[in-house]
Each structure stands twice: as structure tokens, then as C-alpha cells.
């Protein structure tokens, strides 16, 4: 089939590189958003699915909406079977729906119908889900609902950031929507409906998400840290400033880990050696890498040698 595929950040490239290689299918272009600034330096670079795409010689679009009219244009003129999506990051108007023979596959990083929406897999981890997967479904108008063909499963480790996750069930979607492109081909593969049932929305995580509550019990304070690793990023606040906190391990032996602390108050902070230990609403977390305000990431080992943490000092 003639393919036009859409996508932007790097969790699409294995998805993309896995149809530039297939035999069956020819990429004929990709629909990306538009050069945006990142870097310390905030220069403009084109997406990473931009990048792949033209080192591969494939003409990239990259319009500021769908619904342009001189991409909906470029897009009728190409003519493609299908356009296959994966994190493209922009709504897609009925009029850019109706254009491929057989529509839009997105590959989604849920079970659906759970996890409908912009971040499935940081939902799946905050919620404390012990399987997940990738599913890959016909858009409709209606968000992540429509008909589905496949799905793949992968099971969520208890150490699992969302960044680990992403990765593997990107690798592991990449084959799926290879294959469900040649069943859709062949006419071996039909969508069916999502049930009605077992449905849940997964909305973006802002930075006001990512701030830890240390009233919660250490289990949720686990969770919202790894959910939140490497975006939004988790932080609390000492003396005044933010800190950006890495994935921490929930210490029911702070005991053994620092004499005392197994009676911290929610965000009070115990110190021994190499050991940072902070209070939950259960038992207290060790904290891993930080990065104070302006600086770079260090251990909490570090940290707290540099900032001395006083008797009266929390994070909130």
C-alpha cells in the first residue's frame, strides 16, 4: 500500500522504520509538527520523525493544522492507501479522515477502550496497572474509540518508568502495526468495536500533576514519580525553591537505612551517609537523583551533603 505516515517525537521511529522496511508498503511521505524550539539553546529542529523521514528521502509535510487547506490539498494529490499514526500530537478533521482508501490506523499505547487519550501509558503506571499494551484501532471523530484490529500486551515491572515502558511497548507496537497494515491489505484483518465497557480517559500530565503530595502513602508517591519520569518530571519544593526528583523506592526498612526514621512526618527528610530518606503518609521513600533549581542532577546523596537539611526542614 501507499502509505502517508504521521507521527513527531522519537516513540514513533521505531513504528516508521519498521514501514520504510517492509517490503509490502511504500512510505510516499509523513505529516509531522511543524519545527519547534527545544535544546538549552532553544534553536528550532525538525522532529524526529522529519529527521528519519528525509535522511530516507521521503517528502515531509508539515502543516500548521490538519485542516489546511494546501495540506488536504498535497494529501488528496498523493493519493495514499492508508495513513498510518503514531503520537502525531494533532487533532485529525473528518475532512483528512475521508481522504485514504482505508483510512487512519493509529497505534495507541493503551488496552482499549482503557486509557483513552494523550497519556495512556503515564496513567497506566500512576494508577498502578500490572498490564498494559498497544492497540491498534480506525480513528473516528470520537477520541481513541474507534473499531480496533490488534493488540499486543506487555506487563508493567514495578520499577517501570514511563520513558521504560514507552520504549518497549514502542518497539513491540512497531510490529503490530506493520502487521495489522498487512492484514488490512490482504482483507484477512477486520476492525471490531470497542466494548462499551471498561472505559477510561488518561488526560495529559501537567507540572502541577507532577507535584508530589508527600500526605500521600508512600506507594502513590512511588507511583506519581515513576508516572511522571522523564515528563511532566516530579518535584517538590525545599526552602523555598523546586526540586525535580527522579524515581524513588519506597523504604518500609528505614530502620536499617537511617536509625529513627521510621517515624518521618510527610516530608520530613532523614539523612545517613549516602542515604536520603523522606516521609510519606505510610513509611517514608529513599530518594534517588535530584536536581535542585538551576543546577544539574546529582544524587540525593550529594545534595544533602551540599544543602545540610536542618531539623525544621521539609519538602512540600
Known sequence: MRLVFAGTPETALPSLRALLDSPRHEVVAVVTRPDAQSGRGRKVHPSPVAELAESAGVEVLRPAKA????????????????????????????????????????????????????APVQHAVLHGDEITGAATFQIVKE??????????TEEIRPTDTSGELLARLAESGAGLLAATLDGIEDG???????????????????????????????????RLVRACTPAPGAWSEFRGQRLKLGPVRPAQDAETLVPGAGGLGPGEIAVAKNVVLVGTASHPVQLGEVQPEGKRRMTAGEWARGVRPAGDDRLG
Not at 194 to 217: C, F, I, M, N, Y
Open 143 to 152: 477520541l481513541d474509540a474507534g473499531p480496533v484490529y490488534g493488540v499486543v
Open 67 to 118: 485542516g489546511d487547506p494546501e495540506f488536504l490539498a498535497r494529501l488528496k494529490a498523493i493519493d495514499p492507501d492508508c495513513c498510518p499514526v503514531v503520537a502525531y500530537g494533532a487533532l485529525l478533521p473528518q475532512s483528512a479522515l475521508d481522504i485514504p482508501r482505508f483510512g487512519w490506523v493509529n497505534l495507541h499505547f493503551s488496552l482499549l477502550p482503557a486509557w483513552r487519550g494523550a
Open 188 to 222: 484477512t484483518l477486520q476492525a471490531r468495536p470497542q466494548p462499551a465497557e471498561g472505559v477510561s480517559l488518561a488526560p495529559k500530565l501537567d507540572v502541577g500533576d507532577a507535584r508530589v503530595d508527600w500526605t500521600a502513602p508512600a506507594m502513590r508517591v512511588d
